[in-house]
């Protein structure tokens, strides 16, 4: 039996004004796709009410389940109650419990609902409501007859933070037990850094080729900002034979890659591996910034628990506080320059000092767009990673690296924060610390060279 | 005349399978808005003959203008061409100079072209071929009818480098001239903090209820991430006539907001706004942030020239870096917890008095998920606002505000950023340093309460 055929719906002026793209669909088109379903439609609507009826219309024309988003808020251009109240003829009712919730909500913070919210807990007659637990509009489900001529359509709030757990909460299993055929899909995200998506194209070709021609298994690059994924889907009927197809090629993809490039899967990030590691290894963590002038720390600090292992973050930001902060000595700003090896090597050491961590990490570079010269041009980072020795005699390493990654402000900070995380992680692993794109011969555009500028064991400290 | 009704199709199964999210419509809207066009369909459909066949008799059904994106690689799933031939009912041609041009491209790499890439140079019958300098794919233009039946399709190649400079280079000025009815578009976006989407709707009614059946403006609001932003968007048929659409429309929007709460528009930015305030004044600013842990000294440096007012920003994420770095006393830690109005104080105080800033602030509080106890719970924030006085008797003065924004960790750190930012720009501005949220009765959604905590003036430090 072919894959029940899916749609989307999107509602909202803004998606076709062009003020963000429909990053919605792209969720639910996974999930869906992952249920069993085969997503066949994406449409985005404004809010209007003649032009969502059309659109569900149309829909309802070519697929069998659709998934709506957006439209539930409490303003006059919140329109999808409405209209799909209109599509399957039925009036709007209220939900008491809906209700309840939402005044629950308010009354936590003091004060009763506004009235406008009252619009919020409307659903068709005879639909099934998705309680929000996670926002104020209720969701809901109608349903109009059953088998291959059966509609089944769902609304959701648009904004992700409500939408994807009311999916999760409702939508999830009973799509793939009712729709899904009993095919189920899984995919795994592999993370990569320091890699160039040509060279990691070259090297996982031989895998490219086996599943272009294979219905049940996809591979697939998607290019992250300053990074890259390589995404392995695969469907079955059963578990085992999920884990027969996908195991084998995740793990081939693995060895593939360069040593140490592949820094996690799925969820994983940078900062929830280092966090990881850290915690692990009972290790207290400081950081130096200048030029990313905190997002090392920030990003350290997206993972719950942080203060751990996080014991401090300097933004020093001036050479005032470069000096005063962190010890630089005036001398090796005014020799080298704040963006320099040897004032990268001075603030990590000075991080460990000061902040008494068992390994600190520091940036200095130039993130543009103002700033940069020809010896040192806009997108020149310096890092220093200077470790407590733990051996009897105590003592201090540290070493010193340059990357080189030109383009704009924010991407510039973006890798220099990805290659410092990804030097503690390469460092508590015991993996090479240099990136293998200076091995790549003429594909380091994605990675940029990075060449350990310095490297010592500085004698024991005390 | 009302604006011209255009669509957009996105053809490829990766797009309806999530692998990424549609931005050629999103930039396609962005471009089609400004040359006077109303764009009220995104449609995406697999790489299939039906559904693309299909979702061009949907859109031809709502739109006079219908650009389409993707399917015209060399591959047997690309069936755009096709799709549009059949459509207008007229054969497939070779065009002898797109071939040409694909055979001088590769020419460049020293081979034929292959075989394959022969279909690259068919276009519909009569179609105006679109020559693509930048790929090898040629795109075209059909037509059919004039006036309001008349029908108008462009079809160009799904890459993004070669999509956007053919829309420039052959599609922006005809799609203006032809069917911008000689309007042009502007929009003017404001942004507000501190304020509930709710309640702002209540304020800003008269004027929704106003802009609703007018044909030339708009007014829409778009939720933020813990912040709300105003929409307004005009077209007209000169500068002279959108200017006297817009201006006063924009004017009355501020007007209606509550005092202080709309902090800038377009490209503004909390950060960037407070920069520019900043440096206006001639003041330098130190951040010591808890738990946003470095966000707030992020979003201060993502603004070029940052170094100019930030002296440093201190992540004093333990009660150890607190203590050493700002010199927080370890009673006040033990009698009120980190996160107190006393902490947020002494945390204020400590980095001005060791950076030398003339203004500091500081946050203090509970992201969550773990932490949380019933006196404080996730969500909970407390800030420090301390500033030099510029007197001859010198001294300090220092403020304490708290926020309560219960929600997930991300969103409870970035609600707590835009708070401390807003609390620097609200003391530079001379505004009251509270949010409206207080007084508005019952639509505290999105701003959660905010108190003075504590304020009084210090004596003199020296």
Redesign the interface.
């Known amino acids: 039996m072919p894959p029940t055929p899916a749609g989307i719906l ?1 509602t909202g ?11 919605n ?7 869906l ?1 992952e249920a069993g379903l ?10 209007d009410a003649r ?1 969502v009826a ?2 569900l219309n ?1 829909l309802a024309g ?1 697929c069998r389940v659709v998934v709506i988003t957006g439209g539930l ?5 919140d329109l999808t109650r409405q209209a799909v109240a209109e599509f399957f003829g039925r009036p709007l009712v209220e939900d008491a419990r809906a209700w309840r919730m939402i005044e629950e909500r ?1 009354g ?7 009235r ?2 009252r619009v919020q807990c409307l659903v068709p007659e005879g639909a099934r409501v998705l309680y929000n637990r996670w926002g ?1 509009a209720a969701g809901f489900i109608v349903e109009r007859g059953r088998g291959g001529n059966g509609l089944w359509f769902a609304a959701m709030p648009g ?1 992700p ?1 409500e939408m994807q757990p009311m999916y999760r909460a409702y939508l999830e299993k009973e799509l793939a037990k009712r729709f899904g055929g009993g095919l189920i899909a899984r995919a795994v995200t592999l993370h990569t850094f320091g890699v160039s998506e040509s060279f990691l194209n070259g090297l996982l070709r031989p895998l490219f080729d086996e599943t272009r021609e294979d219905p049940y298994r996809t591979l ?1 690059f ?1 290019a992250g900002e300053a990074r890259v994924d390589v ?1 392995v ?1 695969c469907s079955g009927r059963t578990r085992a034979e999920l884990r027969r197809r996908l195991d084998p090629l995740v793990a081939r993809a693995r060895r593939r890659a360069p040593r140490g490039c592949m820094y996690g899967r799925d969820a994983d990030t940078l900062e929830s591996v280092v966090g990881r590691l850290l915690r692990r290894q009972g290790l207290k963590l400081a ?1 130096a ?1 200048s ?8 990003r ?3 993972v ?4 751990e292992f ?9 050479d ?2 470069k000096r ?2 962190l010890g630089v000595s005036a001398a090796t700003l005014r020799r080298h320059g704040a963006v320099s090896a040897e004032v990268a090597q001075e603030m990590a050491l000075g991080a460990l000092r ?3 961590a068992d390994i600190a990490v520091s940036v200095t570079g130039i ?4 700033g940069g010269t020809r010896e040192k041009p806009v997108g020149l980072v310096y890092y220093g990673l200077a470790r407590r020795e733990r051996t009897e005699a105590g003592g201090v390493s540290v070493a010193t690296f340059r990357t080189c990654f030109p383009s704009g ?2 991407l510039v ?1 973006l890798f220099a924060s990805h290659r410092a995380l990804d030097l503690i992680r390469r460092r508590l692993l015991g993996l090479p610390l240099e990136l293998p794109g200076d091995a790549e011969k003429g594909a380091r555009g994605a990675t940029a060279g990075s060449v350990p500028a310095a490297r010592r064991n500085l004698r024991p400290e005390r």
Chains 1, 2 share one sequence.
């Open positions: 999107s002026t803004e998606i076709l004004q062009g003020l963000y793209a429909d990053t669909a792209q969720w639910l088109s996974e999930r796709g085969e997503v066949v439609r994406h449409v985005a609507a404004p809010d032009a059309d659109a149309y070519v808020g409490p303003t006059e251009d308010w936590k913070r003091g004060s009763p609902p506004p406008s919210n104020t904004p933070r697939a998607l995404r889907t950081v910034e030029c990313t002038g905190g997002l090392v720390a920030k350290l600090t997206d719950p628990g942080s203060s996080l014991i401090e973050g300097l933004v020093a930001y001036s005032e506080a005063a902060r000061h902040s008494g993130a543009g767009p103002g402000r924010d900070r």
